[in-house]
């Protein structure tokens, strides 16, 4: 079943760039709703440039895997709003010199790395980003420019969560470092 729909998939992309051109970006919209089109991953919470949002998390099926690995782009349709995806990357960051990830700081340690526009190959997951339903203008194509930079700003928002997280593992292993050697009083050096 799936090498057959390898084969279709395949089939199509060639059908799509023979009639249109080899830089023709080939579309594949699939049902939000329809649970045999991808699987769920959770939700995630992310801020870029400061704004709270919550984008679904996904895992693919292997032929929208199939899709992106050959150059086609995969979306989901939800009533009036399409969902663009990213890549998403199990992180662990690792402590150094002068960093302190135990105790309160051992969670903070664990993070994700987004790939984009295009979800990399070796995704834990895919991340999706809602734009409006009408960026599918007919005359101009799809227009996905505002899921772009919405990744765009999650890239930049990576590099300041490790900034700001790698500041408290300091913070930290400086607090572990003045419990565990107390000032010595005056009193107790004559001893």
């Known amino acids: 079943m799936e090498a057959c729909r390898a084969a279709l998939v395949d089939q199509q992309l060639k059908a799509v760039r023979a009639q249109h051109g080899a830089a023709a970006q080939h579309w594949w919209i699939f049902d939000s709703d329809d649970p045999a089109h991808y699987t769920s991953a959770d ?3 992310v801020r870029p440039r400061g704004q709270a949002l919550t984008h ?9 895997q199939q899709i992106n690995a050959l150059g086609g782009a995969v979306c989901w ?17 690792t402590a150094r010199e002068g960093e302190d990830w135990s105790g309160d ?16 190959g070796d ?24 899921a772009f930079q919405v990744m765009a700003d999650l890239a930049h928002a990576e590099q300041e969560r490790e900034r700001h997280r790698r500041r408290l593992a300091r913070d930290h292993a400086q607090r572990s470092t003045t419990r565990s050697h107390p000032p010595q009083s005056a009193m107790s050096r004559a001893f």
């Open 123 to 146: 995704a834990d997951w895919w991340g999706l980003v809602s734009v409006p339903l009408s960026v599918l203008d007919r005359p101009a194509g799809l227009r996905v420019s505002a």
């Open 105 to 120: 700081m051992a969670s903070w340690r664990h993070d994700w790395r987004i790939s984009h526009p295009r979800p990399a």
């Open 43 to 45: 939700s995630l919470s």
């Open 77 to 93: 349709l939800t009533e009036n709003t399409l969902l663009i995806p990213y890549g998403g990357h199990a992180h662990q960051h």
């Open 56 to 64: 679904r998390k996904v895992h693919p099926t292997p032929a929208q």
